[in-house]
T-cell receptor
């Protein structure tokens, strides 16, 4: 079955450590996105990529980095520069050129900084 | 800037109707509605493009008033399965569904349907 796989589902990290969240999709989608979800704040866009080897900052990119070396993979690194990294992170993808604009979401990764 | 959703939360009894509103301070080209059940990924409901159209999916429909820069989601004869958090996502001027361009989501409306 096609879909988006995020790992790990739960992650604990100490302050000052970088951590990388994985997002893999086998839907053959061109575009991929990272959103952060906090209680009462909805979904906020961190980074997105419309094509391999290219990505753009979203609304809250500070303290995060991404790469898009392969079409199916869009890992997110939460760096020590992110002041408040504890959150639920959602990865999504969509079809480009012939799509409906629908975003397909993964199950999410919950990061807790101790 | 995130679109504003209202109400923030609503509780219904099965069979009752509800309206969720989404408004933006910026001109809109598209409005997207998603529902997220607790502990699950958000799921796409519908998309409305500039033009004031109204779309429906069974007993859930939506309207898009581009002049007022707002959209409303209508849930009629609510069912227990409608419970969850509803998010509107907006595409800014120039947004195209074929572009993979970004969406800006609202803060969400929590809906609980009781038996």
């Amino acid at each position: 079955d096609g879909g988006i796989t995020q790992s790990p589902k739960y992650l604990f990290r100490k302050e000052g450590q970088n951590v990388t969240l994985s997002c893999e999709q086998n839907l053959n989608h061109d575009a991929m996105y990272w959103y952060r979800q906090d209680p009462g704040q909805g979904l906020r866009l961190i980074y997105y990529s419309q094509i391999v080897n290219d990505f753009q900052k979203g609304d809250i990119a500070e303290g995060y980095s991404v790469s898009r070396e392969k079409k199916e993979s869009f890992p997110l690194t939460v760096t020590s520069a992110q002041k408040n990294p504890t959150a639920f992170y959602l990865c999504a993808s969509s079809i480009v050129n012939s799509g409906s604009g629908e975003l397909f979401f993964g199950e999410g990764s919950r990061l807790t900084v101790l | 800037q995130q679109p504003v959703q209202s109400p923030q939360a609503v509780i219904l009894r099965e069979g009752e109707d509800a309206v969720i509103n989404c408004s933006s301070s910026k001109a809109l080209y598209s409005v997207h509605w998603y529902r997220q059940k607790h502990g699950e990924a958000p799921v796409f409901l519908m998309i409305l493009l500039k033009g004031g159209e109204q779309k429906g999916h069974e007993k859930i429909s939506a309207s898009f008033n581009e002049k007022k820069q707002q959209s409303s989601l209508y849930l009629t004869a609510s069912q227990l399965s409608y419970s969850g958090t509803y998010f509107c996502g907006t595409g800014a001027e120039g947004w195209k569904k074929s572009s993979g361009d970004k969406l800006t989501f609202g803060t969400g409306t929590r809906l609980a349907v009781r038996p």
